[in-house]
């Protein structure tokens, strides 16, 4: 069965820091990938997606994704991180082949300091 | 604000009892999805219905289940409700039934006591 790992359960970082999160998949094709966003109290918004082509997604937010298929990983990047940007972050992944049910990771929380 | 709606937005009701959870799609949307988001669980796929037709099951229980209505809303009825159903249930939309982009609405806050 597919499975979705994020390693990170909390990471904190200063207002202005780079910013990486983890996200590695388990599926013996390449699946969609996905990155979500959950602010406190809100429902979860679709910040990028990977289906296929160009390795290197942009989202919105300024965050960006890159897909690495040797190591099986999606991880989420942002060059300078502002304190808006504290929220759960959520990578899902789906089986390309008519099957849309999106697998969540167990999110990352991200604390921004000043 | 995703388009995709839910009502109500918290619950909180005793054990052994029923409730419904409404959500209406984004305009133009056919197909909706039921996730549950737990503490222990994380968050799950329930069911899936496109245009008023169940599609997909996930991990939902037999206390638990879904209809999409002709006008395309659907709703999510909880039975024999336990301790353990207390979470946060969120309906998503997207076009198709092979579309991958779906969009959340803001949930459904359910404590059962």
């Known amino acids: 069965a597919q499975s979705v790992t994020q390693p990170d359960i909390h990471i904190t970082v200063s207002e202005g820091a780079s910013l990486e999160l983890r996200c590695n998949y388990s599926y013996g094709a390449t699946p969609y990938l996905f990155w979500y966003v959950q602010s406190p109290g809100q429902g979860l918004q679709l910040l990028l997606k990977y289906f296929s082509g160009d390795t290197l997604v942009q989202g919105i937010k300024g965050f960006e994704a890159e897909f690495k298929r040797s190591q099986s990983s999606f991880n989420l990047r942002k060059p300078s991180v502002h304190w808006s940007d504290a929220a759960e972050y959520f990578c899902?992944?789906?089986?390309?082949?008519?099957?849309?049910?999106?697998?969540f990771g167990t999110g990352t929380r991200l604390t921004i300091i000043p | 604000d995703s388009g995709v709606t839910q009502t109500p937005k918290h619950l909180i009701t005793a054990t052994g009892q029923r409730v419904t959870l409404r959500c209406s799609p984004r305009s133009g949307d056919l197909s909706v999805y039921w996730y549950q988001q737990s503490l222990d669980q994380g968050l799950q796929f329930l069911i899936q219905?496109?245009?008023?037709?169940?599609?997909a099951k996930g991990n939902i229980l037999e206390r638990f289940s879904a209809q999409q209505f002709p006008d395309l809303h659907s709703e999510l009825n909880l039975s024999s409700l336990e301790l353990g159903d207390s979470a946060l249930y969120f309906c998503?939309?997207?076009?198709?039934?092979?579309?991958?982009?779906?969009?959340f609405g803001p949930g459904t806050r359910l404590t059962v006591t």
């Open positions: 899902a992944v789906t089986p390309n082949f008519g099957n849309e049910k999106l697998t």
């Open positions: 219905y496109y245009n008023g037709e169940e599609r």
């Open positions: 998503a939309s997207s076009v198709v039934a092979s579309s991958y982009e779906q969009y």
